[in-house]
């Protein structure tokens, strides 16, 4: 599967985005989609979760103001972003697996590089 983000741009702290992540085919179940972020100089880190079971996994540091959703007919994950802060500036990759690991990733307890497919991110910038 191909994965194709957009959405991202530069807002100011408060402000909203929200990106979208479209899958070149339909995932067969079992899958897992998720967001990751990477800001400059730090490492990926997992940001938000689903996968075809409607399990749903948040990273702490977004809970409440990021939300993940999935529109499977037009084979489209989401990520609605409000309340964005300046820490919240990095890139935003979308990545999918053939097996429900993402939250495993998203967490921390897997590497990443376990999951089966990346997009190739884009660009949120959020200014003070």
């Known amino acids: 599967v191909q994965l194709r983000e957009s959405g991202g741009g530069s807002v100011q702290s408060g402000g909203s985005l929200r990106l979208s992540c479209a899958a070149s085919?339909?995932?067969?179940?079992?899958?897992?989609m998720g967001w990751f972020r990477q800001a400059p100089g730090k490492e990926r880190e997992g940001v938000a979760a689903l996968d075809s079971g409607d399990s749903i996994t948040i990273t702490d540091s977004v809970k409440g103001r990021f939300t993940i959703s999935e529109d499977t007919a037009n084979n489209t994950l989401y990520l609605q972003m409000n309340n964005l802060k300046p820490k919240d500036t990095a890139m935003y990759y979308c990545?999918?697996?053939?097996?429900?690991?993402?939250?495993?990733?998203?967490?921390?307890?897997?590497?990443?590089?376990?999951?089966?497919?990346w997009g190739q991110g884009t660009m949120v910038t959020v200014s003070s």
């Open positions: 990545a999918a697996d053939s097996g429900r690991i993402c939250q495993l990733v998203v967490l921390g307890r897997l590497a990443d590089n376990a999951l089966d497919a």
């Open positions: 085919e339909r995932p067969s179940k079992p899958y897992c």
